[in-house]
């Protein structure tokens, strides 16, 4: 994977796959090369680059980004003790930083859950230790609880590149992403695809459509005034074409987590990150 950067002297008109010109993408815009030839881009783009320049500043300032508040809250809830076993997360893994390190970059992945081998994601596994280890309830999806310690786990490998595996006992769940990402569904009769690769940088509701890159998730997005999890957005996205959602933490939606990640191989971590 080659990190690329524009240089100052081309034109602000950005020409990307398929003759999309993109005004917004700024000189010293950052993309990625694709390390695969099988890849269905030519360039790899955070969605980052598709906001304006006050949207990514806001999220690249730790003092003013909206998205901090919910690591806060993580950090809390790291070493507050909870459940029948008496434990916190801090308990088992110790200090957030040392002990998450490597995590949140290379999410979802294959673990031990409920007696069985399960393709599974930060959330999910928060709420395998929370019900197996620490003996407390789960955390719904997209509350407080669960998005903040998301969040905190992420954020530790913030920078990092996204470093998913898709190979082996992964494949199947891959390939099982994949065909999601590529199938029709509601009343619009329309794919991930047709938004996210197809017309990427053409404007929707006055606002670009991006790759849908997903090292920025879980995300502060202006729309939902908080944070919320990847899960959420694959929710409204299908609503939005008028089909019915899977639900959140399903197999369906955690195959797709890891074939979107997948798309995004090499895109650095950027939780918490604000999108409009």
Known sequence: MMKKTVGLGVAASVVLAGGLAVAELREGYVYFEPSSEEHPLDEIISGREFRDDATRALQEDDFENPGFLSLEEGEELWSTVDGSENKSCESCHGDVAEGMAGVGSTYPKLMA?????????????????????????????????????????KNVDRGEPVNVSTEGDYESWFKKGEELYYTRVGQLDMSCAHCHEEHYGEYIRADHLSQGQTNGFPTYRFKWQGMGSLHRRFSGCMKNIRGVPYAKGSDEFLALELYTAWRGQGLPVETPSVRN
């Not at 409920?114 to 999806?141: D, P």
């Open 113 to 153: 859950q409920g007696g069985k081998t399960t393709l599974t994601n930060i959330e999910n596994q928060i709420n395998t230790c929370r019900t197996e280890r620490m003996g407390a309830e789960a955390y719904k999806y997209d509350k407080p609880q669960l998005t903040g310690l998301t969040v905190l786990i």
